[in-house]
């Protein structure tokens, strides 16, 4: 496991709230065992990836075994806040929130970063924009009807669109693709 002194000086060497976040993700993944599937990073922050920094999210939501993650959490002096899954560090100026082990979107589709720390695993952008319909859909919350906008415009050409349709048919949510489609057609893309 790599050293809470070299995470901190890695860390804090930028001022980016966004590289920030592919850094720990990195020297995350290359502090867990080998052989497993790598750590996922998911949610806004993910998003928050994706759009460059244009959004900004607090926590980090983390697809991993939880166990395993949160022993590599407690060595990087990160606690337990308020919150039942969410970890702190106020040094490194980071939150995790272990989401848990089950990944639910397609290991097929994930994005990984390559960088001089290691690899980052971002949820690929296909299942962020469905989970982002589906919210808005049937949890009624139109800021995440916008995200799905945001992403859809900013990797409309990198977009399984076939994907999207299929997986949008099976959870009830071809009206929302429907609009996000239209959006896009007037012009938005």
């Known amino acids: 496991m790599i050293g809470y002194s070299r995470v901190k000086r890695v860390i804090l060497a930028t001022d980016d709230p966004t590289e920030r976040k592919i850094r720990f993700m990195a020297l995350l993944t290359s502090s867990l065992p080998k052989g497993r599937r790598m750590p996922v990073l998911a949610g806004g922050s993910a998003i928050e990836v994706y759009?460059?920094?244009?959004l900004r999210t607090g926590d980090m939501d983390i697809v991993?075994?939880?166990?395993a993650l949160e022993e590599v959490l407690k060595a990087w002096r990160f606690s337990l806040g308020g919150g039942l899954r969410a970890w702190a560090n106020e040094e490194l100026g980071l939150a995790v929130d272990i989401v848990g082990e089950d990944y639910s979107g397609s290991y097929e589709r994930v994005t990984t970063?390559?960088?001089?720390?290691?690899?980052?695993?971002?949820?690929?952008?296909?299942d962020l924009i469905l989970k982002r319909l589906g919210s808005a859909k049937f949890w009624n919350v139109p800021t995440d009807f916008e995200q799905a906008f945001l992403l859809a415009k900013a990797h409309y050409d990198n977009v399984d669109w076939n994907y999207v349709q299929d997986e949008c048919r099976k959870a009830d949510a071809d009206d929302y693709l429907a609009k996000l489609k239209g959006m896009l057609a007037k012009g938005g893309k």
């Open 51 to 54: 759009l460059d920094g244009a």
């Open 113 to 126: 970063i390559t960088t001089e720390y290691g690899p980052a695993t971002i949820m690929g952008v296909e």
């Open 64 to 67: 991993y075994d939880v166990k």
